[in-house]
């Protein structure tokens, strides 16, 4: 870079000289020195005693490094006139830098070190442009790191190197290895055998496995990873291989056959430590068998023999299993599958509720209800009996009432009432807690007449009164409230405009206490079946006058 400017220096004298000029000899001088220092470089007003006065001017030629040369110009003056020379002055780096560097220590430590930044330390002279820089390349899993770092130093000296010459003078480079380094494994928090139960279809299971590891390496944002390898049917031979990202992993199996399977796992961390487990996995039949009977059937005691021998398959409508083939399932009325024939003698006439049971080839069983009635057209005699009377209020027998038996959710009709009220089956009890109710199974419209419409209204003018029951019966509309909207139902009842199902709760039902007659208890559900004779009131809607 050139720098030139001119100074102006007055130098006055008391000699005189004959003619001319003579400047300060060619110098060279560091570069660390200033070259306008007229002490350093030369003051031509002691070597030229007959010139009053002098300037300078400067062409400068120096770089960065303060390395080139300076042309001065002196001019020097008298009345006589003025005389000009010319100066050369060197400046050069006679301390040149010389490479001579402590570069920073190579680094080793563990996760709660801090990795330290040290630079590396050089003398630089006055002149010399000396500057360093680095970068960093980052490794995992490496010369048994967690981290390894290979810091790359450079350090230049911009007055030797050339850049986009190729060359390389004036360049030192340095690589430190810094390493971060663990050994603590991280810990898989649960590896057991597992049983799974096989619900597929196919005698197959799907389901999930969940792995999860505590870890404290060197590296909290690194996800640990994990490898499987599974061998069906424990053969010694691998099936299927994977990779799973995470603290946390999820292993999904779909139609996984009957067996024991083995499942082995690692877990590495960011840190290159691993842990191994292995699981087995037990598959075995989880489903038991899918069973529908008959709802109810009837078997009969053939006359002059005394007994029936009865298959517990003959109940069964429908059955399958997903891991036996239906031809093998086993029927029984008890888990044991040699209980497959049940004997039905005198002592089983009547209802009753059996368990069937279907087992299959795992030992898994289910079983339903089925409601059997045994009849016989023999010799057999007292057996247990249901029987009992239905009338109403004034002790009228109320025909065509349904008697039902429910028990296993659900309700069957076993019987109904005769024209004198009265209905009888035969019963055996069994271990499900079976419930008798009674059911209107009809329209009883003809109970319905003009004479219990006439009632009511005479009823709402203070004519007549009513009881509880006949309150109930009177209150088509179920508001319970005896008015004159009643009234108007009864005569669209009466004609045909509405239909007696459409009245909605068709009838009462109250127990009878049989220590008590006049006390009556309301059926507002099935009660339970008792071997007895029942004795039931019956309260009809709109039949007013008969209550």
Not at 233 to 246: S, V
Not at 290 to 299: F, G, H, K, N, P
Not at 383 to 391: A, C, F, I
Request: aromatic share 12%; net charge negative; proline share 3%.
């Amino acid at each position: 870079m050139k720098h030139i400017f001119t100074l102006l220096i007055v130098l006055f004298s008391l000699y005189s000289h004959a003619q001319g000029i003579t400047c300060p000899p060619d110098t060279t001088i560091s570069c660390c020195k200033d070259y306008n220092n007229l002490m350093i470089t030369g003051d031509p007003s002691v070597i030229n005693p007959s010139l009053t006065y002098f300037t300078r001017e400067d062409v400068v030629d120096i770089n960065e490094c303060r390395e080139g040369t300076i042309v001065r110009t002196w001019t020097g003056y008298r009345a006589s006139g003025s005389f000009s020379c010319v100066q050369h002055i060197e400046m050069v780096r006679n301390a040149p830098f010389d490479g001579d560097i402590k570069w920073p220590q190579d680094w080793s430590g563990n996760c709660t070190d801090e990795i330290p930044y040290t630079e590396p330390q050089y003398n630089v002279g006055f002149c010399n442009q000396v500057a360093h820089t680095f970068n960093d390349d980052t490794f995992r899993f490496i010369d048994n790191s967690c981290i390894k770092i290979l810091r790359n130093w450079k350090i230049i000296d911009w007055c030797v190197y050339e850049p986009n010459t190729g060359e390389e003078n004036g360049v030192w480079e340095y690589i430190q290895v810094l390493k971060v380094v663990d050994y603590t494994i991280p810990k898989i928090n649960e590896c057991e055998d597992k049983v799974i139960a096989a619900l597929n279809e196919n005698c197959s299971a799907s389901f999930d496995l969940e792995k999860s590891a505590t870890d404290v390496s060197c590296s909290p944002n690194y996800d640990l990873g994990w490898e499987f390898e599974i061998d069906f049917n424990n053969d010694w031979h691998i099936d299927t291989t994977g990779i799973i990202k995470g603290d946390s992993i999820t292993l999904s199996l779909k139609d996984v056959p009957v067996g024991t399977h083995m499942v082995k796992w690692k877990v590495y961390d960011g840190c290159a430590n691993v842990q191994n487990c292995v699981e087995n996995i037990t598959v075995k039949d989880g489903k038991a068998p899918t069973l529908v009977c008959y709802l109810s059937t009837t078997e009969n005691l053939v006359q002059g023999d005394d007994s029936l021998r009865f298959a517990a398959k003959e109940f069964v409508k429908y059955a399958e299993d997903n891991c036996t083939d239906k031809e093998d399932l086993i029927f029984s009325y008890s888990p044991d599958p040699k209980d497959s024939v049940k004997v039905f003698t005198c002592w089983d006439i009547g209802f009753q509720f059996l368990r069937i049971f279907a087992i299959d080839e795992a030992g898994m069983s289910d079983f339903t209800y089925v409601l059997t009635r045994v009849n016989v057209n023999g010799p057999c005699s007292n057996y247990p009996l249901v029987s009992g009377l239905v009338t109403n209020m004034n002790n009228r027998p109320v025909k065509d009432i349904h008697v039902s038996i429910s028990g296993n959710n659900r309700e069957y009709l076993v019987e109904k009432t005769d024209t004198i009220g009265h209905f009888s089956f035969p019963y055996h009890q069994s271990d499900v807690e079976a419930k008798l109710n009674f059911i209107v199974g009809r329209d009883y419209m003809e109970n319905v007449t003009e004479k219990d419409a006439q009632y009511i209204l005479d009823y709402l003018l203070g004519k007549v009164k009513m009881n509880k029951y006949q309150k109930w019966s009177a209150d088509l509309n179920n508001d319970n409230e005896v008015t004159i909207e009643d009234v108007r139902k009864f005569r669209a009842l009466l004609s045909g405009k509405i239909k007696y199902e459409d009245i909605g709760n068709k009838a009462k039902f109250y127990i009878v206490n049989k220590d008590d007659s006049s006390t009556l208890v309301e059926m507002t559900e099935a009660m339970k079946l008792d071997i007895t004779n029942y004795d039931i009131k019956c309260v009809l809607k709109g039949n007013v006058i008969d209550n």
